[in-house]
């Protein structure tokens, strides 16, 4: 198993750009989530998914849209970049079988937005 | 705002040492309390976890103490070692999300 990928692994924005961060897992994990990694701040929710077809909110979703089409999927779209959006992006995902306290999180994407 | 508050920012110890990360929380409504570990350039690993009905939890050479009273836990490293260098993160589980602290950054020396 791969686990959770994300993809790109590095990127430098311009402001205003838009992009899409991948995240994939092949654990069939019903849940997924979105964080962001700020120094001092530790870890905090972009927005989640319980299901394919279902997304909520997290605690600092503005500037951010997300999608679940399918249990593996579950891309980050940024709509216009901003410099406050420089930070670490790391994707989790995991399953109610097993504890939704126990998240599986990708190698992350370092985003810098110029 | 942060639902949960930890601290110290970092710490130093010995080989040998026994770092203590302390942890507080408000949340009455949190039903779990997971550790993660995160090595610098990886992403975070869960590294154990303890429910509020249970006061000590122990694995290895890690041991959370959860004061559900005082609304408190605490990670301790038993023997620290060089390889567990790293910055560790206590966070709290509601339905199906996560609320981090801001993270420990410990440093065994040799």
């Known amino acids: 198993n791969a686990g959770v990928t994300q993809t790109p692994k590095f990127q430098v924005l311009k402001t205003g750009q838009s992009m899409t961060l991948q995240c994939a897992q092949d654990m069939n994990h019903e849940y997924m989530s979105w964080y962001r990694q700020d120094p001092g701040m530790g870890l905090r929710l972009i927005h989640y998914?319980?299901?394919?077809?279902?997304?909520d909110q997290g605690e600092v979703p503005n500037g951010y849209n997300v999608s679940r089409s399918t249990t593996e999927d579950f891309p980050l779209r940024l709509l216009s970049a901003a410099p406050s959006q420089t930070s670490v992006y790391f994707c989790?995902?995991?399953?109610?079988?097993?504890?939704?306290?126990?998240?599986?999180f990708g190698p992350g994407t370092r985003l810098t937005v110029t | 705002q942060q639902q949960v508050k930890q601290s110290p920012q970092s710490l130093i110890v010995q080989k040998g040492g026994i770092p203590i990360i302390n942890c507080a929380y408000e949340n009455t409504a949190f039903d779990y309390f997971p550790w993660y570990q995160q090595f610098p350039g990886k992403g975070p690993a869960l590294l154990i976890a303890?429910?509020?009905?249970?006061s000590e939890k122990k694995e290895g050479r890690f041991t959370i103490s959860f004061n559900k009273s005082a609304k408190q836990f605490s990670l301790h490293i038993m023997d620290s070692q060089p390889g567990d260098s790293a910055t560790y993160f206590c966070a709290a589980s509601n339905d199906y999300k996560l609320s981090f602290g801001a993270g420990t950054t410990v440093t065994v020396r040799a």
């Open positions: 989790a995902s995991s399953s109610p079988r097993t504890g939704a306290y126990e998240q599986y």
């Open positions: 303890i429910r509020p009905d249970v």
């Open positions: 998914s319980v299901g394919a077809g279902i997304t």
